[in-house]
């Protein structure tokens, strides 16, 4: 199991001891490198991967890419709050066999995990939320211009107010007024948020 927040790792303890499943849980890892250290040790004992999908250091395609090197025949559920659209067809298309999302109830789970676990791949709940998470981040990227779409994948690496008006050869007055108008158009209240945005809508990888 691979999620950073650990009252999201007491539930899914929860979940499988309440749920009867023979599953046992053989490592926690909170971050991308401890992840990728256990698989290289024991990546033929891993039967599934339960993953996050953002993690402090890097995401759960960081993990997929080690997973299918290491251990190639585990299978890979992502649970993940997260994720958008765009996201979700990159996950699918990097052969994960499952997709939670993190407001999914705990017999949901259980029947996730049953049929990932029987060799049947759940996915059809990601392809409903690809369709409709795909459109709304389509119709919201068509507001965005070219400028306010480079400020949100600079904003993603890190940069200061004033750095990223020297990236952008503005003043940091200006910086402000358009990351305001981008919060509008998005409809996110911090940099933080609109960093998840932007990763949702493969702006940033």
């Known amino acids: 199991m691979v999620e950073d927040q650990p009252i999201c790792r007491m539930g899914i303890h929860s979940t499988l001891e309440s749920s009867n499943l023979d599953y046992q849980i053989v490592a926690e890892a909170d ?3 401890k992840a990728i250290s256990f698989l290289e040790q024991n990546g033929n004992q891993t039967d599934l991967i339960l993953l996050d ?3 402090p250091d890097g995401t759960g395609m960081d993990v997929i890419s080690a997973a299918k090197r290491l251990c190639p ?6 649970f993940s709050g997260e994720a958008g659209g765009a996201t979700v067809k990159q996950l699918l298309e990097a052969g994960v066999n499952g997709f939670m999302s993190k407001s999914i109830n705990s017999e949901e789970i259980a029947l996730v995990l049953r049929s990932v676990m029987a060799g049947n791949d759940y996915t059809g709940e990601a392809h409903m939320r690809i369709e409709s998470d795909l459109k709304a981040d389509y119709e919201t990227m068509k507001t965005l211009t070219r400028r306010e779409m480079e400020l949100i994948s600079l904003c993603a690496t890190g940069l200061n107010t004033k750095q990223l008006a020297d990236e952008m050869c503005v003043t940091p007055h200006s910086i402000e007024n358009m990351k305001s108008s981008i919060f509008s158009k998005v409809g996110v209240k911090s ?4 960093i998840l945005f932007a990763f949702r809508v493969g702006l940033v990888n």
Do not use: P
């Open 31 to 33: 971050t991308v490198a």
């Open 53 to 55: 999908y953002m993690l």
């Open 73 to 78: 025949d585990a299978k890979i559920v992502i």
């Open 191 to 194: 940099t933080n948020e609109l």
